[in-house]
């Protein structure tokens, strides 16, 4: 489970790093990767095609 976990740090640290690259302060970041992974997990245990529009509102 740990190898999991840390896998999962580098990810979102990873895409931190990404969107502060194109400007994004690093505390929205850090928001905008956590409400994102949040929306992931959430969507995995059964609402797939539901939570999709849920995690980019202000694309519609």
Same mark, same amino acid.
């Given at each position: ?5 840390? +896998? $999962? ?15 994004? =302060?690093? *505390? ?6 956590? +409400? $994102? ?15 999709? =529009?849920? *995690? ?5």
């Amino acid at each position: 489970m740990t190898a999991v976990e840390t +896998a $999962r740090d580098k990810v979102i640290a990873d895409e931190v790093k990404s969107l502060v690259k194109f400007g994004i =302060p690093k *505390a929205m970041a850090q928001q905008m990767v956590a +409400a $994102r992974f949040q929306q992931r997990v959430g969507g995995e245990e059964g609402e797939s095609s539901e939570a999709e =529009p849920a *995690a980019w509102p202000d694309m519609s």
